[in-house]
């Protein structure tokens, strides 16, 4: 299914979500790990009339980022570094599904993998390092 989205997802509701993304969904999968996708439309589109390469890697870096948030207790991440190929060009409308992974994780730095997914067939993949952030350390207020 290539256009509406597909059953046993839901839309969240989440702050901070990149406007021009404007909906994102998720639903657990089997393994019991949350996953996120995004249905783009003509609004998403380049020139050439495909889904914008940067519309892509916004759902590549803002899943990942929730994935890793939810791994470390919903601590604060931010991404360092995000490197994305694009392996096939998209026609809107379309539902694209995200299969992240951590693949390893130290006590401030996370490195994740992503891959973007249309009916089953990769579209995009991402690697990229995280900083997960210590809320006393990173969050003080500024001396005046």
Request: net charge positive.
């Amino acid at each position: 299914m290539s256009g509406p989205v597909p059953p046993g997802w839901t839309r969240r509701a989440l702050r901070g979500l990149p406007v021009g993304l404007e909906a994102l969904w998720t639903r657990r999968a089997e393994d019991g790990t949350w996953r996120y996708g995004a249905l783009y439309d003509e609004r998403h589109c380049n020139a050439q009339g495909f889904v914008h390469g940067g519309a892509l890697m916004t759902l590549l870096d803002h899943g990942l980022s929730l994935l890793l948030w939810e791994a470390v207790g919903r601590a604060p991440c931010a991404t360092v570094h995000l490197d994305c190929h694009f392996l096939a060009p998209l026609r809107a409308p379309c539902f694209v599904e995200l299969d992240g992974r951590i693949l390893k994780r130290g006590r401030n730095t996370a490195f994740l993998r992503g891959t973007l997914l249309c009916r089953g067939e990769p579209v995009a993949e991402a690697t990229g390092v995280w900083s997960v952030l210590d809320r006393e350390r990173d969050f003080r207020p500024e001396p005046r």
